[in-house]
């Protein structure tokens, strides 16, 4: 794998493989093997242009498990105050010896700018652009719903006919539209809720059904419901109820939780809005998969870093090299 942009081009093959090799990395993890020296000598530069907890934290911590040495950019506090632009910024890093950068940009295409200008020769992973895809946060949703599901029948398998409703801020969600590609590749049945202010106009483009009640669709009992945090710092346009009549319309509530059946599992890729798009309740409930995501996350970032930096590279293999 030479980049990791998007996972609307990451076929089930391809997919599942990532998912499997993760299962791997899960499993060095839970024998303790706390570091492996498969990247011993690369260089991971984590570059951030927008505030992230678990993104940049699970890339340094995958990183650092496979002995690559780090180097930690967040554009608050650097030259990008000073007006310094991306190409230069890429090129710096590189010039540091970068072999892969994680890159989150509020610019919906930024990594795919930087995989494709020629600035850099580092492999690009996209670690959340603008509203367009967070492909890592979608690898480790699928690889959770697998696990949670599957078990330890988890490898080699897709999610063939589950179930998935992801429920609030689509139309900012880079998170949604990664999870869309990803789950219905791997086979999943995906339902969009949302008031219809925050479903994106294109949506009939895309392989999902779409309802605008929440009950009707917990009445159908899916596989796992994805809440998805409101974006209240993007909500320029859109229009947007009160908080507290979206928490009674469209926020996963006690009760809620209490109508789905028993082994329905609550996906939040966080940060969360207690009280909003999630109540307390079903946050910290058993069905709750919130921090398994997190633990998740490690795993799938140290697969997604080997496959790039470990494997032989497609153009070096097309070249001979
Ligand atoms: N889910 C996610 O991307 O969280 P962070 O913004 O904290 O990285």
């Given at each position: 794998m030479r980049h990791l942009l998007d996972t609307k081009t990451l076929d089930r093959q391809t997919a599942v493989g990532i998912l499997d090799?993760?299962?791997?990395?899960?499993?060095?993890?839970?024998?303790?093997?706390?570091?492996?020296?498969?990247?011993r000598g690369k260089t991971v530069v984590n570059l951030f242009f927008e505030d992230s907890t678990r993104t940049r934290i699970s890339f340094?911590?995958?990183?650092?498990?496979?002995?690559?040495?780090?180097?930690?950019f967040s554009a608050k506090g650097s030259s990008v105050s000073k007006g310094e632009s991306l190409q230069d910024t890429a090129q710096t890093l590189q010039a540091m010896g970068a072999?892969?950068?994680?890159?989150?940009?509020?610019?919906?295409?930024?990594?795919?700018?930087l995989a494709t200008s020629g600035?850099?020769?580092?492999?690009?992973?996209?670690a959340g652009d603008g509203t367009h895809e967070h492909p890592t946060q979608a690898l480790l949703d699928a690889f959770t719903i697998r696990k949670r599901r599957f078990g330890d029948a988890s490898r080699g398998r897709g999610l063939d006919a589950i179930?998935?409703?992801?429920?609030?801020?689509?139309?900012?969600s880079r998170v949604a539209r990664s999870n869309v590609w990803l789950l219905t590749a791997l086979g999943a049945e995906v339902t969009l809720v949302a008031p219809p202010t925050l479903i994106p106009q294109d949506v009939s483009d895309w392989p999902v059904r779409v309802d605008y009640d929440l009950d009707r669709a917990i009445a159908e009992g899916p596989d796992a419901v994805m809440m998805l945090r409101i974006q209240l710092e993007r909500m320029r346009a859109a229009y947007f109820p009160t908080e507290r009549e979206y928490a009674r319309v469209w926020g996963l509530s006690r009760q809620r939780v209490?109508?789905?059946p028993p082994d329905t599992m609550v996906l939040h890729p966080g940060p969360m809005n207690r009280g909003l798009?999630?109540?307390?309740?079903?946050?910290?409930?058993?069905?709750?998969?919130v921090l398994e995501q997190v633990t998740n996350g490690v795993s799938v970032r140290m697969a997604v870093l080997y496959l790039l930096l470990a494997g032989e590279r497609d153009d070096e293999r097309e070249d001979g090299r």
């Open positions: 090799v993760a299962e791997d990395m899960a499993d060095t993890q839970r024998r303790e093997v706390k570091k492996l020296p498969t990247l340094e911590a995958a990183a650092k498990r496979l002995s690559a040495d780090v180097i930690n072999d892969a950068v994680v890159i989150r940009h509020g610019a919906s295409g930024a990594p795919r700018t600035w850099i020769t580092a492999g690009v992973v996209n179930r998935v409703t992801i429920v609030g801020d689509i139309l900012h209490a109508a789905l798009e999630i109540a307390a309740e079903a946050a910290d409930s058993e069905r709750s998969t």
